[in-house]
């Protein structure tokens, strides 16, 4: 089993919906998490970075965190085109000396 | 600010070349970490230098191999290329263990 399990997809929704990506650990020692955005032919971008539990918003974008079930998500409100890119979850903790643990990324498909 | 700078984008060898790649960082990041991506793999970490010192490994073969300068720009080397080293090269640079990465566009190493 893998230490980050995320479901590579592809999610195809329509323009505007809103959209639920997640990703399920098994290291409790985990304490940072990120999102991170990636187009084709370009690299991973930050688009979320959370420490320890709870949620954060900014713009379209919300990420929770769930330690206790050890279950993380990033929401997107009003889903745009644009936005059709694969979304990577990675996270990092004192016990993997802070290296980023990396889900495999979905794929999201906005259709106008 | 300017982002991670890698170069060169594109690259084409054979097997059993070397070659060697660059990786600017954000200025004022002293951690570097290197990544191979594919499609079958997804992202992983090759390994992390920081102020001049590799500071984590990740499990590839001594082909691989990195060095970062005193200004922290990193580069990374791969000798003996191949076919399976056709990768997505990525760099990304930090302020330090618990803060967010970065990442360039990366470099396209073909082996034919």
């Known amino acids: 089993q893998k230490e980050v399990e995320q479901d590579p997809g592809p999610l195809s929704v329509p323009e505007g919906a809103i959209v639920s990506l997640n990703c399920t650990y098994s290291?409790?020692?985990?304490?940072?998490f990120m999102w991170y955005r990636q187009y084709s032919r370009k690299g991973p971008e930050l688009l979320m970075y959370t420490y320890s539990s709870g949620n954060k918003e900014d713009g379209r974008f919300t990420a929770q965190v769930d330690k206790s079930s050890k279950y993380i998500s990033l929401f997107i409100r009003d889903s745009q085109p644009s936005d059709s890119a694969t979304y990577l979850c990675?996270?990092?903790?004192?016990?993997?000396?802070?290296?980023?643990?990396w889900g495999a990324g979905t794929k999201l498909i906005i259709k106008p | 600010k300017a982002g991670v700078t890698q170069t060169p984008r594109y690259l084409i060898k054979t097997r059993g070349q070397q070659v060697t790649l660059s990786c600017s960082p954000i200025?004022?990041?002293?951690?570097v970490s290197w990544y191979q991506q594919t499609p079958g793999q997804g992202l992983q970490f090759l390994f992390e230098y920081f102020s001049e010192t590799q500071r984590n490994k990740g499990n590839f073969p001594g082909r691989f191999s990195g060095r970062q300068f005193s200004n922290s720009r990193s580069e990374m080397n791969v000798s003996t290329l191949e076919l399976g080293d056709s990768a997505l090269y990525l760099c990304?640079?930090?302020?330090?263990?618990?803060?967010?990465?970065?990442f360039g566009d990366g470099t396209r190493l073909s082996i034919l």
């Open positions: 990675a996270m990092s903790g004192w016990d993997s000396n802070y290296q980023l643990i």
């Open positions: 990304a640079s930090s302020l330090g263990q618990d803060q967010p990465q970065h």
């Open positions: 290291n409790s020692a985990f304490q940072y």
């Open positions: 200025s004022g990041h002293r951690s």
